[in-house]
């Protein structure tokens, strides 16, 4: 079976591999040259680990090219995936489903020998069942193209894993075809036992968001509890750990902090809500703008620790900030929280040092105004303040005397919960973390 992923982002270029991976020959589609020819290069444009080897080893073999071409394509493969973007409409909640409309409609073009067309981007509920209008009215004449949706739930830093071995496949399907030929391209992961779950397009289309809104509101669940510690004292992490331990909850995505980030959670319980008030059901998602808003107010106590931290006045003072990715182990900075921090401290007048292990060329891009430099060392060099925003392991493992001898103040704010606050402060340290009382 040949296969071709429309869309080389994060989601696309970790699919396409994946795909070459299980045995597959893959050409990976995007309108980008730059990332085509990188990609062709056996280069890979972002930050993932373990996805460069593999990426370079099956373009070395040739099992995996990729082109600009939808008419190469169009012409060789038996399934296209789609993973271009979805990003939030600047100035509006919803989706911009411009990309997935263009991709599918060169597709349709393009496309001159029976095939399916998967979609794996993130999509609001009832897209699916528009594109299969869509492609019956533009495929070309004696050409029978199938649609399926196939939510993706990798997340970043994890991409290769989540791709080879996912805790569950999705496929939504109305038509006969496309759950044998699902079947047959994901076998190897099936054979290991993986659950799937093959239901009808919207459940498929729901199924990707829901996850991605419970992850979220389970986020902002605990840091709502930080916004209570804070004011009454408590620990949030032993909170965390102790209501973890009912297996009913889980420990997991309980780690209180700045909130969370990235090109999925916040755009996808946006667009969520844009959906479901364009259906008429705007409560049945109010919650969400509720969790939107505790995550947002995170990033403002941040803020407010540091200038409490600093006398009331950022200017002219130095901040360290360690971490500008929205995550560690990625170099991504979409909707980054330890960035907006960052920056939102520059526009008070601060002089911010920024020190990313990945991510300080993507934030740069975004956000030029910062000096970014290529060390904690010379990041924390005569410091009044140190802000740890992204919980790299290189951060996390900082001590008092690893910091002392470099900032001019010792003060640190631990934006993640990830230090021992009691070892800065019996050092002598101004120390404060988010979901702990101040001071
Ligand atoms: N990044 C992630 O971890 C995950 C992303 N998703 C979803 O996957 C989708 C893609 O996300 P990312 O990969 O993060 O985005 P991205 O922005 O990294 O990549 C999108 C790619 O699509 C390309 N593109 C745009 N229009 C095109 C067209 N007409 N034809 C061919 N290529 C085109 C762009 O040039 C870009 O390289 C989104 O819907 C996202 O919500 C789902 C699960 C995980
Ligand atoms: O739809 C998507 O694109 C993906 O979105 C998330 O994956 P990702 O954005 O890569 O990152 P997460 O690990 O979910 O972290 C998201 C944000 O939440 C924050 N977070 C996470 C966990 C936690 O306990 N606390 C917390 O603040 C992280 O720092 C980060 O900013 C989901 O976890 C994936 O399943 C999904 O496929």
């Not at 997935?100 to 699916?128: C, M, N, Q, W, Y």
């Not at 808003?293 to 003072?317: F, H, K, Q, W």
Request: glycine fraction near 8%; hydrophobic fraction near 45%; aromatic fraction near 8%.
């Amino acid at each position: 079976m040949k296969i071709s992923v429309i869309g080389t982002g994060y989601l696309g270029a970790t699919h396409a591999a994946g795909m070459a991976e299980l045995g597959f020959d893959v050409v990976g589609v995007d309108v980008d040259p730059t990332k085509i020819e990188r990609l062709s290069r056996g280069e890979l444009p972002f930050h993932e680990p373990g996805l460069p080897e593999i990426i370079r080893k099956h373009v070395d073999s040739g099992r995996l090219r990729f082109t600009t071409d939808y008419a190469e394509v169009g012409a060789w493969a038996d399934v296209h995936f789609v993973g271009v973007g979805t990003p939030q409409m600047p100035g509006q909640h919803a989706a911009d489903m411009k990309y997935v409309d263009a991709a599918v409609l060169s597709l349709a073009e393009h496309i001159t020998r029976d095939a399916l067309v998967v979609g794996k981007s993130t999509v609001p509920v009832g897209t699916a069942r528009r594109l299969q209008g869509l492609l019956r009215e533009k495929a070309r004449d004696g050409v029978d193209i199938s649609l399926a949706w196939n939510p993706e739930f990798l997340r970043e830093g994890f991409a290769v894993k989540d791709t080879l071995e996912p805790d569950r496949l999705v496929f939504g399907v109305n038509s006969p075809d496309a759950e044998p030929t699902l079947r047959a391209v994901y076998a190897k992961i099936l054979a290991t036992g993986t659950p799937l779950i093959v239901t009808d397009f919207e459940t498929a289309e729901l199924v990707k968001v829901a996850a991605n809104a419970f992850l979220a509101t389970k986020i902002s669940f605990i840091n709502a509890f930080s916004e209570v510690t804070e004011a009454v004292g408590g620990d949030i992490r032993t909170l965390a750990d102790a209501i973890g331990h009912d297996t009913r909850i889980g420990r997991r995505f309980l780690n209180a902090g700045i909130g969370f980030g990235g090109g999925c959670l916040p755009k996808d319980i946006r667009a969520l809500q844009a959906r479901v008030s364009e259906l008429g059901l705007d409560r049945s998602m109010r919650f969400l703008s509720e969790v939107d808003e505790i995550n947002l107010r995170r990033r403002e106590r941040a803020v407010y620790l540091a200038s409490s931290m600093l006398g009331g006045e950022v200017a002219d003072l130095r901040i360290c900030v360690l971490g500008v990715a929205f995550k560690p182990e990625s170099d991504d900075v979409r909707d980054s929280p330890a960035l907006d921090v960052a920056a939102r401290l520059y526009e008070m007048g601060a002089a911010v040092n920024v020190y990313d292990p990945e991510a300080n060329a993507n934030a740069a891009r975004r956000f030029p105004r910062l000096n970014y430099v290529g060390s904690l060392t010379e990041a924390a060099a005569d410091a009044d303040l140190v802000l740890l925003l992204t919980e790299w392991d290189e951060f996390k493992a900082l001590t008092p005397e690893d910091l002392a001898p470099l900032v001019a103040h010792r003060r640190l704010i631990d934006a993640r919960n990830v230090v021992d606050g009691d070892r800065f402060r019996d050092a002598g340290w101004d120390f404060a973390a988010l979901g702990q009382r101040y001071p």
